[in-house]
């Protein structure tokens, strides 16, 4: 068993909010540490939680045991590490794509640029590509995503948060 | 050790209180989106403080049994202690009773109207803000992690409130005499921010300087209420007496409703 075939087997387990990203895209798998005991395979995964009271985190933490657990090992452990803290800055390049399709706008700004009061982001549509949009809420369905509605094609859409 | 597990409540126990309080509000927003605002504030700050009880938790179990038994006075958690259980971040935050609890008075004030609330949480954001600033340089590795952690959170948190300060502040005529009565009736409660218990004073280097935040938040304080068009009270007497357990009636509303059902069902889950 490798480090390397460990993480592209993660690769299956998703966020329960947005199917379309793996945790691998998302950034949140921190390190895999392997061991042996009495010659059998042992694991930690060390994972970093998106938002401190996202609740997906469970659920993802569910999805990784199960993957695991067709893999043989001996022993399973996951580990939460919350220092450096998460931030959409570790979201790979195809992430971003996946969303994008899936039709949520991608995090457009480095997490460290930080926002002036009544400042927004000026995030494009994921749908018609317009720039011509605006901020509905700076909070939305799950504490990753803002909310914006587009002027050109009236839809509204999702905006996975710099964060 | 028990200063240290006080010193973690006490900032365990702002966030779980506010964190109530906001998520009181879940279904009565007066708009759909500032619905969901408060319930993702009080979301980070259930987050923050799970993470801190779980800690506090560790420590607690890692104390002698004499210690231990005298930590809390709540009944619930006493036979817990005296039948050998190992406290965890529920019990924390379900079986201790408002004695107990080291929130300042400020987080556990009732939400009244839209203008109380964005007040009290713009009182606490810019404090916490400095706070977990600072406390990212703890000593401690595990509560730097968490307050690392939680100041992005924060940082959204304080935006948030702002905006709605400058907004009522620099509003209508209505808005303006809601947010200006808000604020003065809430005051009062700011003291108590910055004022070192004994448990503060302990617990050096892993801790923060209260008194030293005081300056920042005065600053930001004065910046906001500037663009909102509001003055800043001066001469006000200070309550205090949450960061040692001594609380206003409305903490014993909050936990009522908030501790029902572990009281009722103990160990119940769902
Ligand atoms: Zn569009």
């Known amino acids: ?163 | 050790m028990k200063n240290k597990l006080f010193y973690i409540l006490e900032w365990a126990d702002n966030t779980l209180i506010l964190g109530q309080r906001l998520s009181e509000w879940c279904g009565h927003g007066p708009v759909l989106e500032q619905d969901i605002a408060l319930t993702n504030i009080a979301l980070d700050h259930l987050g923050c403080a799970r993470n801190l009880y779980t800690y506090a938790a560790e420590i607690f179990n890692g104390m002698d049994a004499v210690d231990r038994s005298e930590c809390f006075a709540s009944v619930a958690f006493q036979r817990n202690v005296k039948e050998g259980h190992q406290a965890d971040e529920d019990d924390l935050a379900f079986l201790r009773d408002a004695w107990d609890f080291r929130n300042v008075l400020l987080v556990e004030q009732p939400n009244t109207d839209w203008a109380y609330t964005v007040a009290r949480a713009f009182l606490f954001d810019a404090f916490n803000y400095y706070y977990l600033t600072a406390m990212c340089n703890s000593v401690d590795e595990r509560l730097a992690g968490i307050a690392s952690k939680s100041l992005k959170e924060a940082t959204y948190h304080l935006r948030w409130s702002s905006e709605w300060v400058i907004r009522l502040g620099d509003g209508t005529e209505e808005s303006k005499t809601r947010i200006v009565e808000a604020i003065a009736n809430l005051w009062p409660f700011t003291g108590e921010l910055f004022t070192a218990t004994e448990v503060d004073t302990f617990v050096e280097g892993l801790g923060v300087d209260f008194a030293a935040l005081k300056p920042l938040w005065e600053q930001k304080v004065a910046e906001i209420f500037d663009e909102a068009t509001l003055e800043v009270p001066t001469g006000v007497w200070m309550q205090s007496g949450g960061k040692t357990g001594t609380h206003s009636e409305n903490l014993g509303f909050v936990l009522a409703e908030m501790q029902f059902m572990q009281r009722a069902y103990p160990n119940m889950e769902w």
């Open chain 1, 1 to 163: 068993m490798t480090k390397e075939g460990v993480i592209a087997a993660l690769e299956q387990v998703t966020d329960p909010e947005i199917p379309v990203l793996s945790i691998g895209d998302l950034g949140i798998i921190r390190d895999v540490e392997l061991w042996l005991e009495d010659g059998k395979d042992c694991i930690n995964v060390i994972i970093t939680p998106t938002y401190s009271g996202c609740p997906a985190m469970n659920v993802i933490a569910t999805g990784i045991r199960m993957v695991l657990a067709g893999m043989n090992f001996k022993r399973v452990d996951i580990t939460e590490r919350l220092d450096p803290p998460w931030t959409t800055d570790l979201m790979t390049e195809s992430g971003k794509e996946k969303l994008k399709a899936y039709g949520i706008a991608p995090p457009i700004r480095k997490s460290k640029v930080g926002l002036g009061l009544f400042e927004e982001d000026a995030v494009d549509c994921p749908r018609c590509g317009s720039q011509d949009t605006e901020l509905v809420s700076g909070f939305g369905p799950t504490s990753c995503k803002s909310l914006y509605k587009c002027r050109s094609c009236k839809e509204p859409f999702e905006h996975f948060k710099c964060h």
